[in-house]
């Protein structure tokens, strides 16, 4: 094995899968990975590490509890497990490492706790405000501020959607992200929203909500070194790219298709990421199993799909950039499979599959150590 490490969550007997819990991956020669030790835990579908301690922290989904762990030969859990959102299904720790982020898909909650110097999560989370669909507003279609000063909107015709009002619905808070100026930006996949957070003492304090066009299901997203945000929709197979604007306002500046061949009807996109300099995105659309790379040009606001191909398993629900190697992590077919890009940064054939039973997240070990 090499000194490369990686980690990965997985659904368990509570979700009805196979999976153990978390896994310990090491890197062969060639790239591919393989089993270096497991660690019981109930469906810790998603997995984040501390940015600068070797600390990971899991989502356990179906228990509704987010726990930290020592990322040593195997994770060896530290501190009591906190009660989190309903179907909590992902995690952001701030880049000072002071903040982890919880996302509900359950409830729609955005919850904050705070990480002590050794990363362990202090006490549980302040309650936040309820999440309100910007879709069943008086206005629909633009920006709603939620705080003090006049609202502003934008406009999304550019997505070819019309937001009609919706019927009541559920809230589905699904992934955060660390803005450049230290809000955070979550997804809201059932409420079509994307709410942005400032910090507080206590946590963290809605800002503002920008309404995406109703039924696209904003799922995943990404900063870009350019400051433009990427936003993929696992209902509509698009990606929303936003720019900062005026007043630290924020707005569409451009939507484009997230496949090359386009979406077939039993797709939903799942997660997405960028190349280090930014020149390329990847996609994985789950059902038709692709894993999409797109090229982005003019300053990380023009994105061109340029090729679909096979991700190499059933449901690629995750995967993880590692240099010239995508380690995807399929669901379905219980495995990670590893494919290395080409010279166009495109993925191809399989290297490797790390057997794995129901991987939901794949994750770079914050601090390599040989295994």
């Known amino acids: 094995m090499s000194d490369s490490r990686f980690w990965v969550g997985s659904y368990t007997a509570d979700a009805q899968a196979p999976g153990v819990g978390i896994t310990a991956l090491g890197s062969r020669p060639d790239g591919s990975l393989a089993g ?7 469906s810790p579908s998603f997995l984040t590490a ?3 301690l070797p600390v990971i922290y899991a989502a356990l989904e179906h228990s509704g509890l987010v726990q930290a762990y020592h990322a040593r030969a195997r994770a060896v859990r530290f501190g009591p497990a906190r009660a989190s959102a309903a179907s909590v299904c992902h995690l952001t720790v701030t ?5 982890l982020v919880a996302t509900g898909y359950g409830d729609g909650r955005v919850l904050a706790y705070p990480l002590g110097p050794d990363g362990a999560i202090l006490a549980d989370a302040a309650e936040p405000p309820a999440s309100i669909d910007p879709h069943r507003s008086p206005f629909t279609g633009g920006e709603l501020t939620g705080g003090p000063g006049p609202s502003s909107f934008t406009d999304l015709s550019l997505a070819s959607h019309v937001a009609e009002a919706a019927p009541a619905r559920d809230s589905h808070a699904h992934a955060s992200v660390e803005l450049p100026d230290g809000r955070i930006l979550t997804t809201d996949l059932g409420h079509d929203a994307l709410r942005f957070w400032r910090r507080t003492g206590s946590g963290l304090a809605l800002d503002r909500t920008l309404a995406l066009p109703l039924g696209v299901g904003p ?17 509509s197979i698009e990606i929303f790219t936003l720019a900062p604007a005026d007043a630290g306002n924020w707005r569409v500046v451009a939507a484009a298709p997230a496949t090359a061949d386009g979406a077939e009807e039993r797709d939903a996109a799942a997660e997405i990421s960028r190349s280090a300099a930014g020149d390329r995105l990847y996609v994985g659309v789950r059902g038709s199993d692709r894993i999409v790379t797109l090229d982005v040009s003019g300053n990380g606001q023009t994105l061109r799909p340029i090729a679909d191909t096979e991700s190499g398993g059933r449901w690629p629900r995750h995967h993880l950039l590692a240099g010239d190697l995508l380690h995807v992590a399929h669901e379905h077919s219980h495995a990670i499979t590893t494919l290395r890009l080409d010279a166009r940064g495109v993925p191809g054939r399989p290297i490797g599959i790390a057997e794995i039973g129901a991987p939901t997240c794949i994750l770079a070990d914050p601090v390599a150590t040989p295994v």
């Not at 270096?36 to 109930?42: K, R, S």
């Not at 880049?95 to 903040?99: I, N, S």
């Not at 997203?221 to 209902?235: A, D, K, N, Q």
Request: charged share 20%; net charge negative; glycine share 10%.
């Open 36 to 42: 270096a030790g497991e660690t019981p835990a109930d």
């Open 219 to 235: 799922r995943h997203l990404i900063t870009h070194p350019s400051g433009h945000v990427h936003v993929v929709t696992e209902r």
């Open 50 to 52: 501390h940015p600068t």
């Open 95 to 99: 880049a000072d490492g002071a903040l």
